[in-house]
Every structure is written in structure tokens, then in C-alpha cells.
């Protein structure tokens, strides 16, 4: 029997000579048949030989590195060896921004390790109902990716909150990977504004904002004639249906409105007469 020649390994969903510890690696060549030891790097492991004689394959043990991988045969060890490639565990650190839209999520950034060779970026509540996400590797220790969109909730809460799972050859990771931690990504309802109590007012002068979605880490009050030039109002969140704006100086005496910025994007304008202060 001719000695066993490999010539393509196959590690996991990847398909190629790159992966980690405990993964599916199919070896293929020919002459196969009949070897039964796997060698990878120092290592010898059992191999399970197709009846094709076409491709073993075997679990990849511990190890790191480059190393050489080969098999052996009646007939001797399979020659050259082939490379395999062990890749580090990726690490999540952060993502940015926190959260989105849910109908038109922003770029997030992923911020961590050995992410060079990133698969899959998901966002879910769990890894089963995980949902795939563009991304971009953008080098080993950052990834950008566009959340899918999502429903709207509709109602209290008006969010979502969602883990990230990432997934490279060196095997995957959920930010953050802490239960008690805040959600790696938050979907947001859009603000609504329902009307202002009172609908006119002096600098200094305080006005109620109720509508529905006052959530996310973010809330802006613009004062504007239009939303190129706003004048921001300082927020007090009463609840997610009402806000305690403070009327900033310096708008027209003409009719204005007032608009509420989340992470979600800008509410709907609502007219809003500035009274100029008493001179």
C-alpha cells in the first residue's frame, strides 16, 4: 500500500487549517486507509478513517502555536506535514454605542482580542435565538458590526435588551459575560412626544414633556425653530412618559418646538412659544 499523503485540513465550521482546542478536524488526501494516528504538533491522537480512504478525522487536543500535522499508516508517515494553526480565545472588552434604534441600528464597535479572524458576530437574548449581524474585521482587536433590526416593543419598557456572541476560529465569546452586567446592546423605541405642560415659557421657566419611550442612558431636550440649530433644555426624567425640561435662554420670540433626542434617534416636534424675559 502507497504511503498516506494529506492534502487539506479542515478544522470546525471554519474549513480551513485554523481552530482551537476540542474542535472536528477532517484531514483528506489519499491513501488513507488504515492509518490510524493522528499526529499534531507533539501530540498523537486517534484518528477514524473514512471507508473512502479519503479523509480521517479527529479531535484537535491542546496545544498552541504552529504546528505540523501528519499521519501515520501501515506504510509509513504521511510527508511533508501540513500546518495547523491554534487561535487564542477571543476576548470582548467593550461595545460602542451601547445601544440603537431598534428599526435602524447604529455601527457598533467591538473593542478586544485576538478578533482577526472573526466568523460570526450575533445579537440576542440568548445564544440559541441569536440573530446574524454585518460585520468587518477591522484588525485583531477591533470589529464592526450592524446590529439586525428588530420590532418595536410598542410599550413599557420600549428596550431590549441583548447579549453579543462573537465567533472566530479560536472559538466564541458572549459580551458581557457577566449576567449582572448590563446588555451588550440595547434596542430602543423612538421618543414620542404627546404635549408640552405649559406650551409657552420664559428662560429659567420649567415645562412638562409627556409622551412614551423617555428611555436610554442618552436624553436631549432641543429647543429650535428647526432641528439644524437647537438650543438644548437640562432633562430631569421624571419617567419613561414624562420629562422635566428647564427652558434655556437665548431662543426666538417667534413659535419654536421642542424635540427629545435618545439613543433611538429624535422624537417628533412639538410647538413650543418662548416668552422673552421681562426687561
Given at each position: 500500500m502507497p504511503q498516506p499523503v494529506i492534502t487539506s485540513l479542515e478544522a470546525g465550521e471554519n474549513g480551513n487549517n485554523q481552530g482551537h482546542f476540542g474542535q472536528t478536524l477532517v484531514i483528506r488526501g489519499t491513501d488513507l486507509a488504515g492509518a490510524t494516528q493522528v499526529h499534531i504538533g507533539g501530540r498523537t491522537v486517534v484518528g477514524t478513517v473514512d471507508p473512502s480512504g479519503?479523509?480521517?478525522?479527529?479531535?484537535?487536543?491542546?496545544?498552541?502555536?504552529?504546528v505540523n500535522?501528519?499521519?501515520?499508516g501501515p506504510d509509513g508517515t504521511s510527508a511533508p506535514p501540513l500546518p495547523f494553526y491554534y487561535i487564542a480565545a477571543p476576548v470582548v472588552l467593550s461595545v460602542a454605542p451601547v445601544g440603537g434604534s431598534a428599526t435602524a441600528p447604529p455601527v457598533i464597535t467591538l473593542l478586544g482580542q485576538n478578533l482577526l479572524t472573526v466568523r460570526h458576530v450575533r445579537i440576542g437574548p440568548t445564544e440559541e435565538d441569536a440573530t446574524e449581524a454585518r460585520f468587518t474585521s477591522v484588525s485583531n482587536t477591533e470589529v464592526t458590526a450592524i446590529p439586525p433590526a428588530v420590532p418595536l416593543m410598542g410599550g413599557p419598557p420600549w428596550t431590549q435588551l441583548e447579549n453579543v456572541y462573537t465567533t472566530t476560529a479560536g472559538g466564541e465569546v458572549v459580551f458581557p459575560a457577566t449576567p449582572t452586567l448590563p446588555a451588550g446592546f440595547t434596542y430602543y423605541d423612538a421618543p414620542v412626544i404627546t404635549s408640552l405642560v405649559p406650551s409657552s415659557g420664559i428662560p429659567g421657566s420649567q415645562i412638562l414633556v409627556n409622551g412614551t419611550a423617555f428611555v436610554s442612558p442618552l436624553i436631549v431636550a432641543h429647543f429650535s425653530e428647526d432641528s439644524t440649530t437647537p438650543i438644548p433644555g437640562t432633562v430631569v426624567v421624571n419617567s419613561s412618559a414624562q420629562l422635566l425640561v428647564t427652558v434655556p435662554p437665548g431662543l426666538s420670540t417667534d413659535s419654536t418646538f421642542v424635540r427629545i433626542i435618545t439613543l433611538a434617534g429624535q422624537s417628533n416636534a412639538m410647538r413650543f412659544t418662548y416668552i422673552p424675559p421681562p426687561t
Amino acid at each position: 500500500m502507497p504511503q498516506p499523503v494529506i492534502t487539506s485540513l479542515e478544522a470546525g465550521e471554519n474549513g480551513n487549517n485554523q481552530g482551537h482546542f476540542g474542535q472536528t478536524l477532517v484531514i483528506r488526501g489519499t491513501d488513507l486507509a488504515g492509518a490510524t494516528q493522528v499526529h499534531i504538533g507533539g501530540r498523537t491522537v486517534v484518528g477514524t478513517v473514512d471507508p473512502s480512504g479519503t479523509f480521517i478525522t479527529c479531535l484537535v487536543p491542546v496545544g498552541a502555536g504552529i504546528v505540523n500535522v501528519s499521519v501515520t499508516g501501515p506504510d509509513g508517515t504521511s510527508a511533508p506535514p501540513l500546518p495547523f494553526y491554534y487561535i487564542a480565545a477571543p476576548v470582548v472588552l467593550s461595545v460602542a454605542p451601547v445601544g440603537g434604534s431598534a428599526t435602524a441600528p447604529p455601527v457598533i464597535t467591538l473593542l478586544g482580542q485576538n478578533l482577526l479572524t472573526v466568523r460570526h458576530v450575533r445579537i440576542g437574548p440568548t445564544e440559541e435565538d441569536a440573530t446574524e449581524a454585518r460585520f468587518t474585521s477591522v484588525s485583531n482587536t477591533e470589529v464592526t458590526a450592524i446590529p439586525p433590526a428588530v420590532p418595536l416593543m410598542g410599550g413599557p419598557p420600549w428596550t431590549q435588551l441583548e447579549n453579543v456572541y462573537t465567533t472566530t476560529a479560536g472559538g466564541e465569546v458572549v459580551f458581557p459575560a457577566t449576567p449582572t452586567l448590563p446588555a451588550g446592546f440595547t434596542y430602543y423605541d423612538a421618543p414620542v412626544i404627546t404635549s408640552l405642560v405649559p406650551s409657552s415659557g420664559i428662560p429659567g421657566s420649567q415645562i412638562l414633556v409627556n409622551g412614551t419611550a423617555f428611555v436610554s442612558p442618552l436624553i436631549v431636550a432641543h429647543f429650535s425653530e428647526d432641528s439644524t440649530t437647537p438650543i438644548p433644555g437640562t432633562v430631569v426624567v421624571n419617567s419613561s412618559a414624562q420629562l422635566l425640561v428647564t427652558v434655556p435662554p437665548g431662543l426666538s420670540t417667534d413659535s419654536t418646538f421642542v424635540r427629545i433626542i435618545t439613543l433611538a434617534g429624535q422624537s417628533n416636534a412639538m410647538r413650543f412659544t418662548y416668552i422673552p424675559p421681562p426687561t
